[in-house]
């Protein structure tokens, strides 16, 4: 066991907890169970990355309406959207192909946050309200053993094993109000996405039911008409949508309204988590799918075919690596300075066509685009020299083509040794030796034995 994790309430006691609060009934429940258990002082730390409908100044007053010394909120989108986002952009970041890794993104910069408050506030613990079976707490607890291994972890929600009935009682006794959240289905959201988990969900056999999905509209139900929608790139950024210059994070939370209407973003998921679970997971990510896209695409046009295959390699170790909770290994900043270095000439604009569910590169340009028209045109006057093609299909072909020969001269001599060895065989036993060959293995070892020398 981590030896930073307290292993029963009460067992330790500490002088001053930072918790990491969102205001919702589990979290709320821990802020009174920590005081009780820990004796501890409590200052909540609630960050907007983006996720809608937050009210902070409500949560920062329900935290010390239960008794939070300080209660802290910090609107966090533009960090968010330009130190962790962007990098995920860069990176093309979809973990197994499919995901964008929006839970995953925020993880790293709450940790940092929590360190830096629990830093300047003098607390000697985190706690969080993740359960044992998740992801989350991986990322959460090695981020802060990474800022700060000084800081012990407080996760009482993988001890305390209590059930849903059980935390309202606990709340019900100590005038925690219940929200009248939604509890059919895990869900975690912030400004690249939304993931909703859990209730009928979990029966992969089972179709997905209409409401895990409650930001993007079905393709069923999207505007009959499609909407192309124009983003442009600055060294692999996008900087603005529709002709309109925005904040990253802005571009983003506009973005994800348009792409939703249109039915774009979904993805059904079968996920390896970190701990080695399955799980099924149903993502929303509007703006994700679109950026993520059109950034491919856009690469595509101005990297050569060994920067597209190669990054691909480090692509996919990016995203593993952010899932996996290791935003702070030295690994992620040189992934990060080769995605910085590959982004340099990643600039330009993409049309994109959003149309019932799909979405779809409809047109690009870029001044450092490798496309020439001179050269591809299949029209008169290319350029294209395809007179030279003729010996570079010689040399480029060479090694397959000498594979090829000698396998073949190969397979014929032995195929005439056998047809050698049946004709011998023939000549020496009269009934030909076709009928009790069969019975006999001895005889067939020794034509084999025969073929082969
Ligand atoms: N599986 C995703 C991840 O690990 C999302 C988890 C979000 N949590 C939730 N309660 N739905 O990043």
């Known amino acids: 066991?981590?030896?930073?994790?307290?292993?029963?309430?009460?067992?330790?006691?500490?002088?001053?907890?930072?918790?990491?609060?969102?205001?919702?009934?589990?979290?709320?429940?821990?802020?009174?169970?920590?005081?009780?258990?820990?004796?501890?002082?409590?200052?909540?730390?609630?960050?907007?990355?983006?996720?809608?409908?937050?009210?902070?100044?409500?949560?920062?007053?329900?935290?010390?309406?239960?008794?939070?010394?300080?209660?802290?909120?910090?609107?966090?989108?533009?960090?968010?959207?330009?130190?962790?986002?962007?990098?995920?952009?860069?990176?093309?970041?979809?973990?197994?192909?499919?995901?964008?890794?929006?839970?995953?993104?925020?993880?790293?910069?709450?940790?940092?946050?929590?360190?830096?408050?629990a830093e300047k506030e003098g607390a000697d613990a985190i706690a969080h309200g993740c359960t044992g079976k998740g992801n989350d707490q991986v990322r959460l607890e090695v981020g802060i053993a990474c800022l700060n291994p000084e800081l012990k972890v407080l996760a009482p929600v993988r001890e305390w094993g209590l059930s849903r009935e059980e935390e309202i009682a606990y709340a019900k006794k100590h005038g925690i109000p219940i929200p009248a959240e939604n509890k059919t289905y895990s869900t975690d959201e912030n400004l690249w996405g939304k993931s909703t988990e859990g209730g009928i969900m979990?029966?992969?056999?089972?179709?997905?039911?209409?409401?895990?999905?409650?930001?993007?509209?079905?393709p069923e139900k999207a505007p009959p008409q499609p909407e192309f929608i124009l983003l442009e790139?600055?060294?692999?950024?996008?900087?603005?949508?529709?002709?309109?210059?925005?904040?990253?994070?802005?571009?983003?939370?506009?973005?994800?309204?348009?792409?939703?209407?249109?039915?774009?973003?979904?993805?059904?998921?079968?996920?390896?988590?970190?701990?080695?679970?399955?799980?099924?997971?149903?993502?929303?990510?509007?703006?994700?799918?679109?950026?993520?896209?059109?950034?491919?695409?856009?690469?595509?046009?101005?990297?050569?075919?060994?920067?597209?295959?190669?990054?691909?390699?480090?692509?996919?170790?990016?995203?593993?690596?952010?899932?996996?909770?290791?935003?702070?290994?030295?690994?992620?900043?040189?992934?990060?300075?080769?995605?910085?270095e590959s982004n340099k000439n990643v600039s330009g604009k993409v049309k994109l066509k959003l149309y019932k569910g799909s979405c779809h590169v409809a047109a690009l340009s870029s001044p450092h685009a490798l496309y020439d028209l001179n050269l591809a045109t299949y029209g008169k006057g290319s350029l294209f020299d395809q007179s030279a093609a003729k010996g570079f299909i010689e040399l480029w072909g060479l090694q397959s083509k000498l594979a090829n020969q000698i396998a073949r001269s190969n397979a014929e001599m032995e195929q005439a040794v056998i047809e050698k060895a049946k004709k011998e065989k023939l000549e020496t036993e009269p009934n030909g030796g076709a009928s009790n060959g069969r019975n006999m293995p001895g005889m067939r070892g020794k034509i084999g034995a025969k073929a082969q020398a």
């Open 202 to 218: 979990e029966h992969p056999e089972e179709i997905a039911p209409e409401d895990a999905y409650s930001l993007v509209s079905l």
């Open 233 to 340: 790139f600055e060294k692999g950024v996008p900087t603005a949508l529709n002709g309109e210059k925005l904040p990253l994070h802005e571009l983003i939370l506009a973005l994800n309204v348009l792409a939703a209407k249109h039915g774009v973003g979904v993805c059904e998921h079968m996920e390896d988590r970190i701990v080695g679970l399955k799980t099924r997971e149903f993502y929303e990510c509007s703006a994700a799918e679109c950026i993520i896209k059109a950034h491919k695409a856009l690469e595509k046009y101005v990297h050569t075919i060994h920067e597209n295959t190669f990054k691909q390699v480090l692509e996919d170790k990016w995203a593993y690596m952010a899932y996996a909770g290791l935003w702070y290994d030295p690994l992620m900043a040189s992934l990060n300075a080769f995605m910085e």
């Open 1 to 117: 066991m981590n030896p930073n994790i307290a292993a029963n309430g009460g067992a330790q006691k500490f002088k001053k907890v930072v918790l990491l609060y969102s205001g919702g009934l589990d979290t709320s429940v821990l802020l009174k169970w920590i005081q009780e258990n820990y004796g501890a002082k409590l200052i909540t730390l609630t960050a907007d990355l983006g996720q809608p409908g937050l009210e902070l100044e409500q949560i920062r007053k329900k935290a010390l309406a239960l008794g939070a010394e300080k209660a802290h909120v910090a609107d966090v989108k533009k960090e968010f959207a330009c130190d962790y986002v962007a990098k995920a952009i860069k990176a093309n970041a979809l973990y197994q192909d499919t995901y964008p890794l929006s839970t995953a993104l925020g993880r790293p910069l709450i940790a940092k946050l929590a360190v830096e408050l």
